[in-house]
């Protein structure tokens, strides 16, 4: 692994190295940083799904252990 370090670390800067100096890189990288202005309110929604999806199956899990006679987990 150390012989191949070198090598694909040069990849990695010159990869790099041509997205900063590319035009098509540049507006990639100009509309990724537009999209992160609206990341935090996106972020804020899924995660207040995310939520109510875990309590809807926690819910479910609890309904199905009741009905199997075990004794349901609650967080």
Do not use: C, H, Y
């Amino acid at each position: 692994m150390r012989k191949w370090f070198v090598p694909l670390t040069v990849l990695g800067l010159g990869g790099l190295g041509a997205l900063f100096l590319s035009d098509r890189g540049r507006r990639a990288i100009g509309w990724i940083s537009d999209r992160m202005e609206e990341a935090p309110e996106r972020l804020a929604v899924w995660n207040e799904s995310t939520e109510l999806e875990v309590e809807r199956i926690q819910s479910a899990l609890n309904r199905l252990a009741d009905s199997l006679g075990a004794r349901p987990v609650r967080p």
